[in-house]
């Protein structure tokens, strides 16, 4: 049930963000011009990022929950320019056990999926290891509200008693991803903060999913 709404939201999420992901991921398809480089996308969830990457590219995915299996086949058929591998079981803070090797990728790419790891930290570590040399590590995250902000107060008030992750697979709504990105030890980094651009006709669920996440981060940090 959760894969089925998951791949549904990322519809609308990316009708949402369309021009933003455009934006994102312009650096990973302007990289090695003429090659065929290699993505890993951790918590690819139903393969909604595919259609933003306009090149050749060798994509594994790491994803811990294979119910999306499904989704995931029927949306990378529609991309034969990529070499899309099957899902891979797993999770960020451990690749090793998903047998991604060191230095290894080109691009590693998260959305929506920093919010739901047990820990950050330890999952940018693996990101950071799992790079080849000046690769780049592509992400979009929702965030906790700015200090004094009625949003902020409501953030944290959905974490109490664990009742925002329970009802949404781990999601965490209380992360200050921006500050932990900061501490991560990349050699380079450039993030910046925005409101999710929630159109006024969208539908009422998305409304309210979209509203709580409202506060958004998205960022290329390089290795």
Same mark, same amino acid.
């Given at each position: 049930? /959760?894969?089925?709404?998951?791949?549904? /939201?990322? #519809?609308?999420?990316?009708d949402t963000s369309n021009s933003l992901k455009i934006e994102l991921f312009k650096d990973l398809n302007d990289m090695k011009k003429g090659e065929k480089i290699s993505i890993l996308e951790i918590g690819a969830g139903p393969g909604?990022?595919?259609k933003y990457f306009d090149r050749e590219a060798l994509v594994q995915t790491v994803e811990p929950?294979?119910? /999306?299996?499904k989704y995931f086949d029927e949306n990378r058929s529609k991309f034969p320019k990529?070499?899309?591998?099957?899902?891979?079981?797993?999770?960020?803070?451990?690749? #090793?056990?998903?047998?991604?090797?060191?230095? #290894?990728?080109?691009?590693?790419?998260?959305?929506?999926?920093?919010?739901?790891?047990?820990?950050?930290?330890k999952c940018?570590?693996?990101i950071k290891r799992v790079l080849k040399p000046g690769g780049k590590f592509f992400?979009?995250?929702?965030?906790?509200?700015?200090?004094? #902000?009625?949003?902020?107060?409501?953030?944290?008030?959905l974490m109490i008693g664990g009742f925002w992750p329970f009802m949404a697979d781990g999601c965490c709504t209380d992360r200050a991803t921006d500050k932990?990105?900061?501490?991560?030890?990349?050699?380079?980094?450039e993030q910046k903060k925005y409101d999710l651009p929630i159109s006024e006709d969208a539908a009422i669920p998305f409304k309210i999913c979209g509203g709580i996440v409202k506060p958004h981060l998205m960022g290329v940090a390089t290795k």
């Open positions: 049930i /959760f894969a089925g709404f998951c791949s549904n /939201f990322a #519809s609308k999420y990316n909604a990022n595919f929950n294979l119910h /999306f299996a990529l070499d899309i591998k099957d899902i891979k079981e797993g999770f960020g803070e451990d690749l #090793s056990a998903a047998g991604i090797a060191d230095a #290894s990728v080109d691009a590693v790419v998260m959305t929506l999926v920093l919010c739901s790891v047990q820990d950050q930290l940018l570590e693996e992400y979009m995250e929702h965030i906790i509200g700015d200090e004094g #902000s009625t949003i902020r107060t409501v953030h944290k008030l932990v990105m900061e501490t991560a030890g990349f050699g380079k980094l």
